[in-house]
């Protein structure tokens, strides 16, 4: 089994008064997601931004632990709110 390490990044948008997610990207580091998930954040299109990293099986793609939130910004949802 080859585990991966994936960088990810997650815009919001506000639809009424709900937070929907808007664009997602995967970075190649850690620091290239940190830093769209902000400029992402501190854009006029999207109200928040996180960039958060996952290790997976490279194979099968199940997820070997619990993502680890690297970046957060602005209006995101209440799961990323306690980290």
Not at 6 to 34: D, I, M, N, P
């Amino acid at each position: 089994m080859t585990t991966k390490t994936y960088f990810v990044v997650q815009a919001f948008v506000k639809t009424g008064r709900r937070l929907v997610s808007g664009q997602t990207t995967q970075e190649r580091t850690a620091e290239e997601a940190k830093s769209k998930a902000a400029r992402l954040a501190d854009s006029s299109r999207y109200v928040g931004a996180v960039a958060f990293e996952q290790v997976a099986d490279d194979e099968t793609g199940e997820t070997m632990e619990e993502p680890r939130l690297l970046f957060k910004a602005g209006d995101v949802p209440a799961d990323f709110s306690e980290e």
